[in-house]
């Protein structure tokens, strides 16, 4: 009989985790990013346990109350990666699908590249390979991205954003997240003392780890990214299909933002799911192993620029 999970430990840590759907269904790993919880998610998770899969859930390092570590070091991608294994162990699985968003992403990318043998299959949404977003820098991607070196500094952006959570009723709004998610930053993020863990992610982002260094994945993927993205632009996104060394599909969502799980759950669960059937097709199987073959790169059908484009 499956446990369900509420909470799984690593180390001195303790995680939170939202475990639904099918007790028995294949599972589904979902990772939130910046500034979300593991809420962010409850537009997309009812269709994918409508299809008959379990979805496993957790408030991240630093967003769950048990694992805030004050150390910057403590926060590097190799750390985060580590946290979603010792998820899968917790609850006996051996290989999962995994989707993030943000920088969930950039963890489901550190996850499928350290630890192949547990990820059946990616979905990454709205930010690409982290090889890929580095290469785009020169390309524009730098002047999306001046807030992370603002995040640098100590102690005042906790200061800053803080207060502005709870003295702007429209903060949600302002940053292009859709209600109700919007009203619930101040709260999930703010009032919840979460804030200075989620900074962390990005203080850790120079720090030297041998487990964080870009390399290609070697799982079936797909990214998917808004072409309306103020915060990933389309040189990091037609990057991404080089540092995937197997079946790869690039869904472009013509008019969307960043906030893809909060503002096109449809689109968002669409992917997920076009993405096992995939595995299960090529594979005959649900989440066991398959070999990897280089695949090509598609945007939606609706339009938008192709990965094979030049950056």
């Known amino acids: 009989m499956t446990t369900r999970l509420t909470r799984f ?6 995680f939170d985790v939202t475990d639904a759907g099918p007790a028995d269904g294949e599972p589904i790993v979902l990772l939130h990013g910046f500034p979300q919880r593991a809420s962010c998610w409850e537009l997309v998770a009812p269709t994918l346990h409508h299809n008959g899969f379990r979805t496993l859930a957790p408030d991240q390092r ?6 805030r570590p004050t150390r910057r070091r403590d926060y590097v991608q190799g750390e985060l990666a580590a946290d979603v294994v010792a998820l899968l162990d917790a609850a006996g699985i051996g290989r999962a699908h995994i989707v993030g968003h943000d920088w969930g992403a950039i963890v489901g990318w550190t996850v499928a590249a350290n630890h192949p043998d547990r990820v059946a ?26 807030y992370m070196a603002a995040f640098q500094v100590p102690v005042l952006p906790e200061k800053l954003l803080g207060a502005a959570m709870r003295t702007q009723p429209d903060f949600g709004e302002r940053m292009g997240l859709p209600q109700p998610f919007a ?3 101040a709260t999930e993020i703010g009032d ?33 990214w808004g072409d309306a993205d103020i915060a990933i632009g389309p040189a990091a996104a037609r990057l991404c299909s080089g540092w995937v060394e197997a079946n790869y ?16 759950p449809d689109d968002v669960a669409a992917a997920i799911l076009a993405r096992v059937t995939d595995h299960r097709t090529r594979t005959g199987s649900d989440a066991t192993d398959s070999t990897p073959a280089h695949g090509t790169d598609t945007a939606s059908p609706a339009g938008g620029p192709s990965a094979q484009d030049s950056a």
């Open 249 to 264: 599909e690039f869904i472009v969502l013509p008019g969307a933002d960043h906030w893809l799980p909060e503002a096109h």
């Open 183 to 185: 009203s619930r930053v």
């Open 192 to 224: 919840s003392g979460a804030l200075p863990g989620a900074l962390g992610w990005y203080r850790a982002m120079f720090l030297p780890d041998k487990r964080s260094t870009p390399r290609p994945v070697r799982v079936p993927t797909t990214f998917v």
């Open 9 to 14: 430990d690593r180390g001195p840590f303790t």
């Open 62 to 67: 630093g967003y769950s109350p048990g694992a």
């Open 121 to 146: 299959t990616l979905t990454a949404l709205s930010v690409p390979h982290p090889g890929a977003f580095l290469r785009a820098m020169p390309h524009g991607q730098i002047f999306r991205s001046w």
